[in-house]
Antibody, heavy 121, light 109 residues
Framework: EVQLVQSGAEVKKPGESLKISCKGSGYSFTTYWIGWVRQMPGKGLQWMGIIYPGDSDTRYSPSFQGQVTISADKSISTAYLQWSSLKASDTAVYYC??????????????WGQGTTVTVSS | EIVMTQSPATLSVSPGERATLSCRASQSVSNNLAWYQQKPGQAPRLLIYDASTRATGIPARFSGSGSGTEFTLTISSLQSEDFAVYYCQQCGNWPPRFTFGQGTKVEIK
């Protein structure tokens, strides 16, 4: 079964750092892009950026460039999303998803279960 | 950045009726468009990719159409499990800026 499993919920204080993870299984992790999507409370989906684990080519939405870092460790089939200094406005659910772009199709077909990040003093 | 605009924001439909959801791109995205369904507390689920191809396991009552800047998701006969929020996403430009629409909530009339 193809799946992405994300790390558990986090509660952090403003200014703290955080790294959440997304582990793929059941497919060739290095040959599909992995995207990250933010969903703030009660709001819609926001595309944050994408990484190709095969060579770590990473692209960001202009809205998130410089705010987060996306990385991957292909040896353990895991992608990451990290913050160096969290803000209250980073409170959201974060999803990772497999992107079909490298196979010439357009969409994100497998999603992680989401990681809830709460930032509060 | 390409802006995706969905309409209406909310659609009230009775079970068994047809629902038509629209998505407009601020510039042409060819057929590089996907549709997702999201229910409360759940991750989004891919329904349609490449504007008109149903994803694996998606019932035939869901269909997508359009190209360029105008797209439509049609649910031919709404079932109780179809009441949810639906998002379109353009996903083909490079460098990637795979923006989502703001969503359409399909609710029970």
């Amino acid at each position: 079964e193809v799946q992405l499993v994300q790390s558990g919920a986090e509660v952090k204080k403003p200014g703290e750092s955080l790294k959440i993870s997304c582990k793929g299984s059941g497919y060739s992790f290095t040959t599909y892009w992995i995207g990250w999507v933010r969903q703030m409370p009660g709001k819609g989906l926001q595309w944050m950026g994408i990484i190709y684990p095969g060579d770590s080519d990473t692209r960001y939405s202009p809205s998130f460039q410089g705010q987060v870092t996306i990385s991957a460790d292909k040896s353990i089939s895991t992608a990451y999303l990290q913050w160096s200094s969290l803000k209250a406005s980073d409170t959201a659910v974060y999803y990772c998803a497999r992107d079909l772009y490298s196979s010439g199709r357009y969409g994100m077909d497998v999603w992680g279960q989401g990681t809830t990040v709460t930032v509060s003093s | 950045e390409i802006v995706m605009t969905q309409s209406p924001a909310t659609l009230s439909v009775s079970p068994g009726e047809r629902a038509t959801l629209s998505c407009r791109a601020s510039q042409s995205v060819s057929n590089n468009l996907a549709w997702y369904q999201q229910k409360p507390g759940q991750a989004p689920r891919l329904l349609i990719y490449d504007a008109s191809t149903r994803a694996t396991g998606i019932p035939a009552r869901f269909s997508g159409s359009g190209s360029g800047t105008e797209f439509t998701l049609t649910i031919s006969s709404l079932q109780s499990e179809d009441f949810a929020v639906y998002y379109c996403q353009q996903c083909g430009n490079w460098p990637p800026r795979f923006t989502f629409g703001q969503g359409t909530k399909v609710e029970i009339k």
